[in-house]
């Protein structure tokens, strides 16, 4: 089925420490995944992505890896800042198609 | 700006009454997605668009939920005999095409509040 499930729902650390973030695809042909942030009252935007060729990838404090056996895929946030504080979303694209499907979101605070 | 325009920001309809929703994607963008967002939840795809074609359209959504984009550009999502669960955030996106999937851009959102 499509499903894309994604842990924890909530996640507060300390500034400075890291935070990861994991999600389940159940699509073996999902081939794309990107990772959103979205800030209350605001538009989610894109903060990484990752395609099925690629086991990780990294901008700046900001890492994705792709275990495609597994299927699941993680976010990591290193050296964590306030302004990282938002909520979280991963999404898979699923059979082949353009469709994008949404994990539930992690609600991350970052504490000062 | 041209970011992805969605009007109205902001409906209050009674219960039972249609609303229309518009979305402007990015002009060179072929993919225009719909999505329902509440509280609390990730984005829930509704239908999406390549060119003037829609591609598909979620089995959850109810007959009573329309898509149009006749000329491959702005799309409409309408909703009609509207109900309290229809209440939600309503985010159009959209892609550029080609053979690989390319993100998402998202627009604003248009929030419903069922009366």
């Known amino acids: 089925g499509e499903n894309v499930e994604q842990h924890p729902s909530t996640l507060s650390v300390q500034e400075g420490d890291s935070a990861v973030i994991k999600c389940t695809y159940s699509?073996?042909?999902?081939?794309?995944f990107p990772w959103y942030k979205q800030e209350l009252g605001k538009r989610p935007q894109l903060i990484i992505d990752?395609?099925?060729?690629?086991g990780e990838k990294k901008d700046q404090r900001i890492a994705v890896t792709l275990n495609k056996t597994a299927k699941h895929f993680s976010l990591h946030i290193t050296e964590t800042q306030p302004e990282d504080s938002a909520v979280y979303f991963c999404?898979?694209?699923?059979?082949?198609?353009?469709?994008?499907?949404f994990g539930t979101g992690t609600r991350l605070k970052v504490l000062a | 700006d041209t970011g992805v325009s969605q009007n109205p920001r902001h409906k209050i309809t009674k219960r039972g009454q249609n609303v229309t929703f518009r979305c402007d994607p990015i002009?060179?963008?072929?993919?225009l997605y719909w999505y329902r967002q509440t509280l609390g939840q990730g984005p829930e795809f509704l239908t999406y668009?390549?060119?003037?074609?829609?591609?598909?359209k979620s089995r959850l959504l109810s007959d009573r939920f329309s898509a149009e984009r006749p000329k491959g550009s702005f799309s409409t999502l309408e909703i009609q005999r509207t109900e309290q669960g229809d209440s939600a955030m309503y985010l159009c996106?959209?892609?550029?095409?080609?053979?690989?999937?390319?993100?998402?851009?998202f627009g604003n959102g248009t929030r419903l509040t069922v009366t």
């Open positions: 990752i395609r099925s060729n690629v």
């Open positions: 996106a959209s892609s550029a095409s080609g053979r690989e999937n390319s993100p998402l851009h």
């Open positions: 002009s060179e963008h072929n993919r």
């Open positions: 999404a898979a694209t699923y059979s082949g198609t353009y469709k994008y499907i």
């Open positions: 668009f390549q060119n003037e074609a829609q591609l598909e």
């Open positions: 699509d073996s042909a999902s081939n794309y």
